[in-house]
């Protein structure tokens, strides 16, 4: 007798979310299976998606390691993104980290102009981070928003202490949110629920923050797990967005990678595949060479495999 494996087939769709608009359109989610379930039901439209973190200032405190792969174009944000285009990106991340109050405090029109010469220069969607200052970000990414209206950027992070004037601008303008909340299923799906009363879901990206191998990792892999499982199985209208793992930063910023390069690059890509495996639809780098490694590691190509 011939034996079939089970298989399921799930209620819950990711829901599909479009980044950029043009020749510069990313598709991310869209996915009725679990990570790598190609023995279930369902289908996977679109593989995640890989990401290269750009910062707007010359970062002062990188390893030699970190700085080579891109040389003194890391002193240009837009010659710096250029570079990661070279490295077979799907998007770029910009991280207005110049804007935080306790680096450079640059205003949100600088900033908001940074950002439209890059949506001018760079032929890939863009992504776009604030300092993580919740008041500054209420300044800046509503500027950002109005300045490249109509682009469809990626913003975030949209955060419960200034999710009204940051996500009704992403909405004014034509753009999709990142909601972020801090490693807990309830505040997400507290966040989410306010963000859905004007944004449509359609317009909402998950961050539930990323830990790094070592350093927390279970947490982010266990709730992008639970998000995942509770999307696609139980059809939870607040948990069938897509998910984006910023994890460049967290894993750079251990003593591990800061000690020797091979230590760096296996630190971030364990911490990339991990993710990977829980169900980020967007993962963002830092180093080329983690892209490089992660995309070997999955076949070669840096998609899903059957």
């Not at 080579?68 to 077979?88: L, M, N, Q, T």
């Not at 975030?156 to 999710?163: A, I, S």
């Not at 990792?217 to 639970?226: A, G, K, T, W």
């Amino acid at each position: 007798m011939e034996y079939k494996a089970p298989k399921e087939a799930y209620k819950g769709v990711v829901r599909e979310v479009t980044i950029g608009k043009g020749d510069k359109t990313m598709k991310v989610g869209g996915e009725n299976i679990l990570p790598l379930h190609f023995f279930d039901e369902g289908s996977l439209p679109n593989p995640p998606k890989f990401a290269l973190e750009v910062l707007d200032m010359e970062p002062a405190d990188r390893t030699a390691h970190l700085i080579e792969p891109f040389g003194d174009v890391i002193s240009d944000p837009i010659k710096w993104a250029k570079k990661c285009e070279g490295f077979g990106v799907d998007a770029i991340c910009l991280a207005l980290v110049s804007t935080d109050p306790a680096e450079k405090d640059t205003s949100s029109e600088l900033a908001a102009q940074l950002v439209k010469q890059m949506v001018n220069e760079i032929k890939k969607p863009l992504i776009i981070y604030g300092s993580g200052d919740e008041k500054k970000d209420a300044e800046v990414l509503p500027k950002v928003a109005q300045v490249c209206s109509g682009e469809n950027l990626l913003i975030g992070p949209v955060q419960k202490e200034n999710f009204e004037v940051v996500g009704k601008a992403i909405l004014n303008h034509g753009h999709v949110a990142i909601a972020q909340s801090p490693l807990d299923i309830n505040l997400l799906k507290e966040l989410n629920v306010k963000l859905c009363k004007f944004l449509l879901p359609e317009r909402v990206i998950i961050d539930p923050l990323s830990s790094a191998l070592g350093y927390g990792i279970e947490y982010s892999f266990s709730l992008m797990e639970r998000v995942k499982q509770i999307g696609v199985i139980t059809k939870d209208s607040m948990t069938m967005m897509p998910i984006i793992a910023n994890l460049g930063d967290e894993c750079w910023k251990t003593k591990q990678a800061k000690e020797n390069k091979t230590q760096g690059l296996l630190w971030e890509g364990i911490t990339a595949l991990s993710l990977y495996l829980a169900g980020a639809n967007i993962l963002v780098l830092r180093h080329p060479e983690t892209l490089k490694l992660v995309k070997e590691t999955l076949g070669g190509n840096g998609r899903w495999q059957n």
